[in-house]
């Protein structure tokens, strides 16, 4: 019973790993957007949107390795 009680952080940490790749993703594709790329150029920042995508992809890849990894 022991060894079972990790299996759904395990199946939570692969859910927020996928998660996290698939923000990243989306951040990208938002980042060649015409909008994203007209901000880029007058500010010299990625717009907010694309950078909360960013952020909560690597946390949310970071957090999935962890609880994966976890025993």
């Known amino acids: 019973m022991a060894n079972d009680s990790g299996t759904p952080m ?3 940490g692969a859910s927020l790993v996928v998660l996290g790749i698939g923000l990243a993703i989306w951040a990208y594709q938002l980042s060649g957007s015409v909008g ?9 920042s990625d717009t907010d949107r694309v950078m909360t995508f960013y ?7 970071v957090v999935g390795v962890y609880l994966t990894k976890q025993k």
């Open 10 to 12: 395990k199946i939570i």
């Open 36 to 44: 994203s790329q007209l901000t880029v150029a007058v500010t010299g």
């Open 55 to 61: 952020i909560a992809g690597a946390i949310s890849f």
